[in-house]
């Protein structure tokens, strides 16, 4: 058995699987001052929750894009299971060619959507992940990642817009009942919500205008499951994008 963890900036993604079975996924925010055994003692918790036997744990991988985080979540990997972690990077076996100025900066976890994508999906690919950034990855037909795109996530968003207006409230990322909002919290909602699905469809038929051909377009992350219903392009939601990544990426390079 495997435990696979995803250091966000503002989730961390603990999962295990066995094969090709993910046993269970959860998410714990990311706390750049926790200490190892905090971060141990999430990972007892969600054990525990399971009914998984930390003896049972042969290996372990981790991504992250939180790099002070990194070592804290390895040390206590290390004092709860007593394994060392594989950990992610752009020179590992993953099948994938990184055509970018600069490979060595990609992002671990967009290393790992694009490795899981290229695995189940038809090429070439567009990959979304709604996390605090929303981004967008391209794979091409040669399995080559030709680069991305990066915007403000909804949450950042939204954040944002409170903070800086005097009147606009915190309000729930739920759909409105209609696009044409009568009141302050249903016109933010279409904002955010169909804003972020306009940007998305509009930037999908740019890159499959840049690229000639369509593309298979694959969404993960935070509020996907929102979002893909307001778009106009058919998208396919997979939610454990990131731990299928990161058991492909361990069974090759193990």
Request: include cysteine.
């Amino acid at each position: 058995m495997v435990l696979a963890i995803d250091i966000g900036n503002t989730n961390v993604v603990i999962g295990c699987f066995q094969e090709q079975t993910i046993l269970f996924q959860e998410r714990m925010a990311t706390n750049p001052k926790a200490t190892s055994l905090e971060y141990a003692a999430m990972l007892k918790t969600a054990f525990e929750m399971y009914n998984i036997d930390r003896h049972t744990i042969d290996g372990s991988i981790l991504s992250s894009v939180v790099p002070p985080v990194t070592g804290t979540v390895k040390k206590a990997v290390m004092q709860y299971i007593g394994i060392t972690p594989m950990v992610v990077r752009y020179d590992m076996e993953t099948g994938l060619r990184i055509a970018i100025s600069y490979p060595e900066k990609l992002g671990s976890d967009l290393i790992v959507d694009a490795v899981a994508a290229m695995q189940a999906y038809p090429l070439p690919l567009i990959v979304i992940d709604m996390g605090t950034a929303t981004t967008l990855s391209v794979i091409d037909r040669d399995k080559q990642y030709l680069g991305g795109i990066i915007m403000p996530g909804i949450g950042v968003s939204h954040d944002s817009l409170i903070a800086r207006t005097a009147q606009l409230p915190k309000i729930a990322l739920e759909p409105p009942e209609q696009i044409i909002g009568k009141n302050t919290v249903d016109c933010m909602k279409s904002g955010l919500l169909y804003g972020t699905a306009g940007a998305l469809d509009g930037l999908i038929a740019r890159i499959q205008t840049e690229l000639g051909e369509p593309c298979t377009v694959i969404a993960t992350g935070g509020l996907a499951n929102v979002i893909v219903p307001l778009c106009q392009n058919q998208m396919i939601l997979d939610d454990d994008l990131l731990l299928k990544g990161l058991m492909v990426l361990y069974h090759k390079n193990k």
